[in-house]
Antibody, heavy 118, light 106 residues
Framework: EVQLVESGGALVKPGGSLRLSCATS????????MSWVRQAPGKGLEWVGH??????????DYAAPVKGRFTISRDVSGTTLYLQMNSLKSEDIAVYYC?????????WGLGTLVTVSS | DIQMTQSPSTLSASVGDRVTITCRAS??????LAWYQQKPGKAPKLLIY???SLETGVPSRFSGSGSGTEFTLTISSLQPDDFGTYYC????????FGQGTKVENK
């Protein structure tokens, strides 16, 4: 059974950093494209970025609002996905979901809340 | 960037009604479109991919159609479990979601 479990959400000050984790099971993380999608309180869904599969070069792409501040990576053991978030702003307040993507997002985690406030 | 526009933003319907939601892309996306259902406090659930392919386990009352820039999601007979918010998503280039359509009980 495919499972995705996010963790690491917290209250952080503007300009601060945070690393989110997504523990995966039930499939080969290295063979999958994985995305982070966020949802601000009461708002719609926003794609944050993705990391391609190992066979596709493990390259990353990011949405314009986070490019240069956020970084997606996988751990060496191959079961955990990360989202490193730097220079956090109030606009980054959201529930962050990891999702397995084959174009569409077929499996999602439950999400983890990131709050940015002084 | 490819923009996705859904209509209506809110839809009031009763159990048994036929419901149609429209999604328009700012440029052609062929059939690279998915539909999701989201309930409050929950993660989105994939319903339809490739514009009209039903995800495994999704009831057959859900159907999708369209190509290019215009797409529709239809619920043939609305059931109590279908109330929630629906999003379209293009994956022709990266990913973009529509703003959502809330289906509420009339």
């Amino acid at each position: 059974e495919v499972q995705l479990v996010e963790s690491g959400g917290a209250l952080v000050k503007p300009g601060g950093s945070l690393r989110l984790s997504c523990a995966t099971s039930g499939f080969s993380l290295s063979d999958a494209w994985m995305s982070w999608v966020r949802q601000a309180p009461g708002k719609g869904l926003e794609w944050v970025g993705h990391i391609k599969s190992k066979s596709d070069g493990e390259t990353t792409d990011y949405a314009a609002p986070v490019k240069g501040r956020f970084t997606i990576s996988r751990d060496v053991s191959g079961t955990t996905l990360y989202l490193q978030m730097n220079s956090l702003k109030s606009e980054d307040i959201a529930v962050y979901y990891c999702a397995r993507s084959s174009g569409s997002f077929d499996y999602w985690g439950l999400g983890t809340l990131v709050t940015v406030s002084s | 960037d490819i923009q996705m526009t859904q209509s209506p933003s809110t839809l009031s319907a009763s159990v048994g009604d036929r419901v149609t939601i429209t999604c328009r892309a700012s440029q052609s996306i062929s059939r690279w479109l998915a539909w999701y259902q989201q309930k409050p406090g929950k993660a989105p659930k994939l319903l339809i991919y490739l514009a009209s392919s039903l995800e495994t386990g999704v009831p057959s009352r859900f159907s999708g159609s369209g190509s290019g820039t215009e797409f529709t999601l239809t619920i043939s007979s609305l059931q109590p479990d279908d109330f929630g918010t629906y999003y379209c998503q293009q994956y022709s280039r990266y990913a973009t979601f529509g703003q959502g359509t809330k289906v509420e009980n009339k």
